[in-house]
């Protein structure tokens, strides 16, 4: 039935377009919850292998947090230790080459408390000692929305973060200290974002899955605000050279789209239309050279599969030039991560 099961991805099966094009996919997770009700319980090196051994030239991924792994007891500001000492663990087994040729989380992104100020710097000394060669960065959540029927996920779920003074301390810490920050945030607080990087300006900031543009709930049906809303966020947050951004995440049900309820998947040429305009105002406000193409699975494999998603980027680019292409599938990524190619 629809909603991301494997045997329905099988239902559209497509050839893999441009198959020797590298990709450094910049964002995917790891997890085991048998016991949450979520469409994928368990994803780990066989599932992510299952999806990025398809055709596509996947040479490198990203690991990102999403609270998986922590600590049962200690501090409880050194808890997210145990998420990067379980996927340090995870790349290792994928640098032996037993599970492929693609070195899985050959950068890894953790979580670290910033609302802590200057004391969140023993927890970034502490992911760092738990990968000394792969933790590049945290990312702290700050989805925040008035609106109770929109999901707030945040771990540290209040309003403003971006704006207080601790927040920012911890930000400068983690500059300081040569890390990056992923910020995962809902369009309306792009604005805060931008406000954000202009006062951080030395740190280097990722903002994930398109800006986090909202499209259902109270956000339905309004697209004529909504997405004047955005462009305008977007566009603001790209006035600040410490920022790049992911092109992704569009899978996700709150994005609005309806593929995750269809009896067939969507294929890639009408994935790549429905996606252009979106894509198309991040790279024009951002260029190529800071934006990079993401999967954010298993979250957005509700939609489509990873086949059909790298080829719909793929058609959506065709446009672009070789150099263009080769940043948005893997330079930008390999940059941003410092990770050899």
């Not at 020797?20 to 997890?31: A, K, T």
């Not at 890894?108 to 710097?121: D, K, P, S, T």
Request: glycine share 8%.
């Amino acid at each position: 039935m629809p909603f991301g099961g494997n045997d329905w991805h099988a239902l559209t099966s497509e050839p893999i377009l441009e198959p020797e094009l590298p990709i450094c996919d910049p964002h995917h997770h790891f997890w085991d919850r048998r016991t949450a009700r979520i469409p994928y319980q368990r994803y780990l090196l066989e599932e992510l292998g299952a999806d990025i051994y398809g055709g596509h030239n996947v040479r490198s991924t990203v690991f990102i947090e999403c609270r998986s792994m922590y600590r049962v007891d200690g501090p409880e500001e050194l808890r997210p230790v145990g998420e990067v000492e379980f996927v340090q663990g995870m790349a290792a087994a994928s640098a032996s080459g037993l599970y492929g040729p693609a070195r899985a989380a050959a950068a890894i992104i953790g979580h670290a408390n910033l609302n802590l100020g200057e004391r969140v710097a023993p927890v970034l000394d502490a992911l760092q000692a738990a990968s000394p060669n792969r933790f590049r960065g945290i990312r702290h959540s700050v989805t925040w929305d008035p609106h109770p029927e929109v999901e707030n996920t945040a771990a540290h779920n209040m309003q403003g973060q971006l704006g207080s003074d601790p927040f920012r301390a911890g930000a400068r810490v983690l500059a300081r200290k040569g890390f990056s920050l992923e910020a995962w945030l809902y369009h309306p607080q792009l604005p805060e974002l931008a406000a954000f990087a202009k006062a951080v300006p030395e740190l280097s900031i990722v903002l994930n899955h398109v800006g986090g543009l909202l499209r259902t709930g109270p956000y339905a049906n309004r697209d004529g605000e909504v997405m004047a809303n955005w462009r305008k966020g977007i566009a603001d947050v790209a006035a600040c050279p410490n920022v790049v951004v992911k092109l992704g995440g569009i899978g996700m049900i709150r994005t609005g789209f309806d593929w995750h309820t269809r009896e067939k998947p969507i294929g890639s040429e009408e994935l790549a239309t429905s996606m252009a305009p979106i894509l198309s105002h991040c790279i024009e406000q951002f260029t190529p050279a800071r934006c990079m193409f993401e999967s954010n699975f298993p979250v957005d494999k509700v939609s489509f599969s990873y086949n059909v998603m790298y080829n719909a980027f793929k058609r959506f680019s065709k446009n672009f030039s070789a150099s263009e292409r080769a940043a948005m599938f893997h330079g930008t990524a390999e940059r941003i991560y410092r990770i050899a190619t």
